[in-house]
């Protein structure tokens, strides 16, 4: 079956704009996670959703990034007024529970902020 | 604190073995993850080890787990110009809740050369 996808593979913005950063898990995973990797360096936690529920949001940088989960598949990664800090890849990967099991990650949305 | 260091690069020729070195922080870690990123792809799970255990031998591919010094290593026989990559420790600390936040270091760069 498909595996997890994003949108958009690219994404080049203006500093002080939104954008939204879109992940299509794979069908029926429950466990949904977003990473930032910037560049040179590994991946950093941003947010995991259990369904359509965020028990942990930690990660997240500020408050200009929030996500959300409808319907137990899709998740939006909005980031307001964007920075230039902000520029990296945003991944995204979803496992078929929260607990051990693999996590399968996306190709990841490459953002640059000008 | 929770933090996984791995060397930066690491360059072979090919055919010889090709050893990923890693050290991590979190005693509590169930799980220790090695993933492989290409240019333009997403994370591909490569192989993983319970902390349970010292060694895991998959194909071309061997895991040595010291727990005592928390370091983790890949040894990849025989590397091939496919194996060109980039190679990720993680880690998979006990959180309440249960669910499996990774911890990643910054990834080690292999470089296969004839």
């Known amino acids: 079956g498909a595996g997890v996808s994003q949108s958009p593979s690219n994404k080049v913005t203006e500093k002080g704009k939104d954008v939204e950063l879109r992940c299509d898990p794979i069908?029926?995973?429950?466990?949904l996670y977003w990473y930032r990797q910037r560049l040179g360096q590994g991946l950093e936690f941003l947010i995991y959703?259990?369904?359509?529920?965020?028990?942990?949001k930690s990660g997240l940088p500020s408050d200009r990034f929030s996500a959300e989960r409808t319907g137990e598949s899709v998740s939006t990664l909005t980031i307001q007024r964007t920075q230039q800090e902000d520029s990296a890849v945003y991944l995204c990967?979803?496992?078929?529970?929260?607990?051990?099991?693999?996590?399968?990650f996306g190709p990841g949305t490459r953002l640059t902020v000008l | 604190g929770e933090d996984v260091e791995q060397s930066l690069f690491l360059s072979v020729r090919e055919g010889d073995s090709s050893v990923i070195n890693c050290t991590y922080t979190?005693?509590?870690?169930?799980?220790l993850y090695w993933y492989k990123q290409e240019p333009g792809a997403g994370l591909q799970l490569l192989t993983y080890?319970?902390?349970?255990?010292d060694m895991k031998q998959d194909q071309r591919l061997t895991v040595l787990l010291n727990k005592k010094d928390k370091h983790l290593s890949l040894r990849i026989a025989d590397t091939q110009t496919g194996d060109s990559a980039i190679y990720f420790c993680?880690?998979?600390?006990?959180?309440?809740?249960?669910?499996?936040?990774?911890?990643f270091g910054a990834g080690t760069r292999l470089a296969v050369h004839p």
């Open positions: 979190d005693s509590s870690s169930t799980y």
């Open positions: 069908s029926g995973h429950t466990a």
């Open positions: 993680a880690e998979s600390p006990l959180f309440s809740g249960g669910y499996n936040k990774l911890i």
């Open positions: 990967a979803s496992s078929l529970t929260s607990g051990s099991d693999e996590q399968f």
């Open positions: 959703f259990q369904g359509n529920s965020a028990p942990d």
């Open positions: 080890i319970f902390s349970n255990m």
